[in-house]
């Protein structure tokens, strides 16, 4: 049985996690950082430490992480801004995803908007308030049903043809809503949520890895039963050396190529304890193992 080696979380680099090409032509290291938690409390205003999330972010890249997902209803607008106040001008090779598509009415509201003419106000919003004068990859936060996707990603077309957006990705969608609005526009990406306990994104999944569509797992830790004290993720973990955290982590990355986990923090500690999860490496029966436990 191959055992794992557990680095110290300053020894790890993302690097470790391996690597994915998003649309073919942005590389990637497959562990990345989601900047969702450097806002306030219900996803809401500003952060309680401001400069402690700007260490976050400065961290995470110094570690390798060279591929942060964020929107601009974190906050809203704080998340963005943030980042672009922590790593503007980016080091070479760093990717910064956003999405529009949900507004904000208060701690933990949110309400698709897909109007084309609020997209493209949001996509202008995000340039600015990240420096970048082209988003690598824009998502569509959420499909309005009040508005058809053709023309939400109408606008969004034209501005990647204006060269405002590079790629383009969706979130929370089934395969039936990739398929539609892949005839609109190129889909490079999808972001759903989905972990080792939270399968209902199985099939996204699979169509993702066929078709080698980036697939953005939120909320990639799983908090269930197998996570659980005495569970079987715990229990695995405690025999490496490793958390449950790192475990779950480590299961994404092994589960498809196409997949990259985006786990949040707003502390400089758990980042690298995240990080630290692309030094993790389990043998193929201790992952039946946990598989057998899930089912």
Known sequence: ??????????????????????????????????????????????????????????????????????????????????????LAPYAKGVVIATKAGLTRQGPNQWLPVGRPEYLQQQ?????????????????????????????????????????KIKHVGLSEVSVKEIEQARKTIEIVSVQNKYNIEDRAAEDVVDYCTKHNLAFIPWFPVAAGKLA????????????????????????????????LPIPGTSSVKHVEENIAAAGVTLSEAEWAEIESAAK
């Open 1 to 86: 049985m191959r055992m794992i080696f557990m680095a110290t979380a300053t020894e790890v680099n993302a690097k470790a996690s391996g690597t994915f090409s998003i649309g073919g032509d942005l590389v990637v290291n497959r562990l990345g950082y989601g900047a969702m938690r450097i806002t306030g409390d219900g996803i809401w205003g500003e952060p309680k430490d401001a400069a402690e999330s700007k260490r976050v972010l400065q961290r995470a890249v110094e570690l390798g992480v060279n591929f942060i997902d964020t929107a601009d209803s974190y906050g809203p607008n704080v998340s963005e801004r943030l980042i672009g106040e922590a």
């Open 123 to 163: 996509v202008e919003m995000s340039l600015r308030r990240l420096k970048l004068e082209r988003i690598d990859l824009w998502q569509l936060h959420r499909i309005d049903a009040k508005v058809p996707v053709e023309e939400s990603l109408g606008i969004i077309k034209k501005l990647q043809e204006q060269g």
């Open 228 to 259: 659980k004290p005495g569970g079987k993720l715990d229990e695995v973990a405690k025999r490496h050396g490793a958390t449950v955290s790192q475990l779950s982590l480590a299961w994404l990355l092994q589960r498809s190529p196409v997949i």
